[in-house]
Nanobody, 123 residues
């Protein structure tokens, strides 16, 4: 088990940038694949990005490719989501997630979730 706490959400104008952070507890953070998901009002939660335990590979939803970058720091037990060129359709609650399997992560069924942070992009 790992506990996750997101931060960095807020209100930004279209075209702007935000950086989300997720702090994880536990000494086995470096064993976990990490990911970000989002849920917009009235919509299902969707996969955004994921990164392997080593950080050597990352995966993105088509809708964010080229605009978002996921990264991690295994010394600081943290994962980040740099979001550039934000669009109003990126407005959602963003969730950090952790799982021992990158396959489970990209299948959108990770075993550990944070509480979420709101991102609002105004037009």
């Amino acid at each position: 088990q790992v506990q996750l706490v997101e931060s960095g959400g807020g209100l930004v104008q279209a075209g702007g940038s935000l950086r989300l952070s997720c702090a994880a507890s536990g000494r086995t953070f470096s064993s976990y694949a990490m990911g970000w998901f989002r849920q917009a009002p009235g919509k299902e939660r969707e996969f955004v990005a994921a990164i392997t335990w080593s950080g050597s590979s990352s995966f993105y939803a088509d809708s964010v490719k080229g605009r978002f970058t996921i990264s991690r720091d295994n010394v600081k037990n943290s994962v980040y989501l740099q979001m550039n060129s934000l669009k109003p359709e990126d407005t959602a609650v963003y969730y950090c997630a952790a799982d021992l399997s990158i396959a489970t992560m990209t299948a959108a069924v990770p075993s550990n979730w944070g509480q979420g942070t709101q991102v609002t992009v105004s037009s």
